[in-house]
């Protein structure tokens, strides 16, 4: 089978949130977990651009699988912390 590739852009609430999603990242994308896959990850503005290559199609899913599944749980993570920010800063004093 050939090589496989993706796209992928996300497009975060702003800069800030897409800066700690990609510093978060960083080191999952610099040590691969095997040498099927890669992939290669910007930052422009709010936006994240994620590209994919893998030897085959299985290992460009599992690539792809293991990094979305980081962003949401980094994305679900981040928004609790502003909700319990948000509350802390509206009880009164």
């Known amino acids: 089978m050939k090589n496989a590739t993706s796209e992928v852009i996300l497009n975060f609430d702003g800069a800030a949130h897409a800066l700690a999603i990609l ?8 040590l691969p977990a095997t040498q099927r896959s890669t992939v290669e990850i910007q930052r422009r503005g709010r936006m994240i651009h994620l ?3 893998a030897k085959d199609i299985v290992a460009l899913r ?9 962003i949401v749980g980094l994305s679900k993570t981040t928004a609790s912390f502003r909700e319990l920010n948000k509350d802390a800063n509206s009880q009164p004093k």
């Open 51 to 53: 590209r994919f290559k």
């Open 23 to 30: 510093k978060a990242l960083k080191p999952e994308t610099t």
């Open 62 to 70: 599992a690539s792809m699988n293991a990094i979305l599944r980081y």
